[in-house]
Each structure stands twice: as structure tokens, then as C-alpha cells.
């Protein structure tokens, strides 16, 4: 008989998430149900429905944790590249990555983006996961600049606010998505120094506009 293993919270919720994962990439989150969840799990029905009610909450949770895992990832990235004092060069280096980075977790992202428009509550949740993202992205560029002379953009107070306009960011949440939407990925990665400048023009844009607004 296999010895009982006592589990935290935070263990179990792993644990049904990284069951989701595999459940919702084999058929699908549209068609994944809590049973098939429970199943993939070492936890009993009431077990699971302790932490989660709905698959729209676990995806939400591996939604955010990807938040977290992204902003890791960023910090490694800005540390990797040579030293700039050019915060757009480094924003751009971090969205690259975030481009053309291969996780499972990226497809999960598109399931998650396609029932936007069937259930307002996905966008909602997609609205909080938004905000999350950028200001744990301001919290790369604050941390990449600690000690040294920092962007005056980074001191201004509204920057958390409006630097970065939503327009661009779902402009480059576009270029992602269609990325990771289709298996040839080919045209993308033989043209990444053409994604890189696209990205550039893009964030420059976006700077270039708050700087107007803060001018008039």
C-alpha cells in the first residue's frame, strides 16, 4: 500500500492545475469538464471542489501563475542582453521573448483568448490578467534600472498608468496570438529581425504618444 502523503493547499493546487493543463491540451478547454479534471487527479471529487467550483477558475489561476512565470522570464531575459539604457530596446527584447518562447502554457493562453467572445466573464478576467501583466512588466523595468540612472519616464508618476497605452499592448497580444496559432511558424522565425523591428516601432509609438499627452 503506497504511504499517505499529506499535501498544503498550495501543493494540491499545483496539482489540480497541472492536471487541467494536460486535460484541457488533449480536448480542449470549450469541452473539458471537472469530471475529466477529478479524474487526472489524485484527489477525490469533493477534494478538487474544495479549491475549484468551474474549469474557468483553474484556467484563471494557471492564467495568472503564467503572469508570474513571465515576469521570471523577463528578468532573465533583460539580464542576458547587453547593456542599454535604452528602455524601449529592453521592453522590445522582453516582448520577443514572450513572441517566440515554446510553452504549452501559450496554447492554453489562445483557449483562454477564444471564449472572450462567448462569455463576458472570460473577458473580465481577461481585463484583470491585463493590468497584472503590466505592472509586474513595470516591476522588470524598475528592478533592470535599480541602481543606475533610471528613464526619466520611470520616475514619472502616471507611468504604471497610462506609458503604455492599450491599444499597442493588444496590438502586440495580436502578433503573439497569431504566432502560436498556427503550426507554421516559419514565416515568423525567418523573419525575426523584421518581428524585432515591428515591435520597436511599436512600443517606440506608444512612448512617443504619452510623451504628446503629457505635453499638451
Known amino acids: 500500500m503506497a504511504k499517505f502523503e499529506r499535501k498544503t493547499k498550495e501543493e494540491r493546487k499545483t496539482e489540480i492545475m497541472?492536471?487541467?493543463?494536460?486535460?484541457?491540451?488533449?480536448?480542449?478547454?470549450r469541452y473539458a469538464t471537472m469530471e475529466d479534471i477529478v479524474a487526472a487527479t489524485s484527489l477525490s471529487k469533493g477534494g478538487v471542489y474544495q479549491y475549484y467550483k468551474s474549469t474557468k477558475a483553474i484556467m484563471f489561476d494557471i492564467m495568472q501563475r503564467g503572469n508570474y512565470f513571465r515576469y521570471r522570464r523577463t528578468e532573465e531575459v533583460i539580464a542576458s542582453i547587453p547593456e542599454t539604457d535604452d528602455i524601449i530596446e529592453i521592453i522590445t527584447?522582453?516582448?520577443?521573448?514572450?513572441?517566440?518562447d515554446?510553452?504549452?502554457?501559450?496554447?492554453?493562453?489562445?483557449m483562454f483568448l477564444s471564449e472572450i467572445q462567448y462569455d463576458k466573464e472570460t473577458e473580465d478576467l481577461f481585463f484583470t490578467l491585463e493590468e497584472q501583466g503590466w505592472s509586474l512588466a513595470i516591476q522588470n523595468m524598475k528592478s533592470f534600472f535599480e541602481g543606475k540612472k533610471k528613464p526619466a519616464i520611470l520616475e514619472n508618476k502616471n507611468f504604471e498608468k497610462h506609458i503604455f497605452p492599450k491599444l499597442?499592448?493588444?496590438?502586440?497580444?495580436?502578433?503573439?496570438?497569431m504566432?502560436?496559432?498556427f503550426s507554421d511558424k516559419?514565416?515568423?522565425?525567418?523573419?525575426r529581425r523584421e518581428v524585432y523591428e515591428l515591435v520597436y516601432t511599436i512600443i517606440k509609438k506608444s512612448f512617443d504618444s504619452y510623451k504628446s499627452t503629457e505635453t499638451t
Open 186 to 191: 516559419e514565416i515568423f522565425e525567418e523573419n
Open 102 to 110: 515554446r510553452l504549452p502554457e501559450k496554447q492554453l493562453y489562445i
Open 93 to 100: 527584447h522582453a516582448v520577443i521573448a514572450k513572441i517566440f
Open 18 to 29: 497541472d492536471a487541467a493543463k494536460k486535460v484541457f491540451l488533449s480536448k480542449g478547454y
Open 179 to 181: 504566432y502560436e496559432l
Open 168 to 177: 499597442y499592448m493588444r496590438i502586440l497580444n495580436g502578433i503573439l496570438v
